[in-house]
């Protein structure tokens, strides 16, 4: 039986370490934050429609999307974040869907890598979902090496997500990332053997 399984987890938790896991144990990954990048490039219908919205500020010279200019846009306004997803979302998820489907003819299980997986309740659209997970102090942690930022920039982008404890209690399967990268392909391999 094919299974759609849903991939999320936390900013800095080792999501996107996992996914990379899976994907070298046969099982294709699409990525959002790969199709998002591609519903923004020059000459998209996503780039158009975002224009429309916030205006041509938002524009490299080249035509291109300043992605930071957007970001400290709607980083600290809910509504203009609001705004921006609403325009996007659909566009995503429409790109997403067809690139499973066409998986699906080649492949029994296909992993949806979803950052915001429960923050858009998209969870009932998955068989399966699995939580990549660290605590909070953890994940601060990496993201104040990861980005290099200061303690309060870092607890500012996580509590911008659901809190990892939450997503971890909704999981069907819980990777906990405490540890190597080895180690978690361990569990992985094991996620693999035991539900798939």
């Known amino acids: 039986m094919s299974m759609l399984i849903g ?24 990525d959002a934050d790969v199709v998002s990048r591609q519903m923004v490039e020059k ?20 035509g291109t999307l300043n992605r930071k200019k957007l970001g400290e846009l709607i980083f600290n306004d809910s509504s203009l ?13 429409e790109e ?19 950052p915001l997986l429960f923050e858009n309740k998209l969870e009932q659209h998955f068989d399966l979902v699995i939580v990549v997970y660290i605590d909070q102090q953890e994940q601060i942690k990496r993201l104040q090496q990861r980005d290099d930022i200061s303690y309060e920039a870092a607890l ?20 906990k990332n405490h540890g190597t990268i080895d180690a978690l392909e361990e569990q992985v391999k094991e996620t693999i053997q035991n539900h798939f």
């Open 96 to 114: 997403m869907n067809r690139q499973t489907t066409h998986l699906l003819k080649t492949n029994q299980h296909v992993i949806q890598d979803i």
């Open 156 to 175: 500012s982008k996580v509590k911008s997500q659901a809190p990892i404890e939450d997503k971890k209690a909704l999981a069907g399967i819980v990777l």
């Open 81 to 93: 974040r609001q705004q921006l997803n609403h325009i996007l979302h659909p566009l995503i998820r």
């Open 7 to 30: 991939l999320t987890g936390g900013i800095a938790t080792g999501k996107s370490t996992a996914a990379k896991l899976f994907e070298q144990h046969g099982i294709p990954v699409v």
């Open 43 to 62: 000459g998209s219908e996503g780039l158009r429609k975002i224009v429309n919205h916030f205006g041509k500020t938002i524009l490299n010279e080249d």
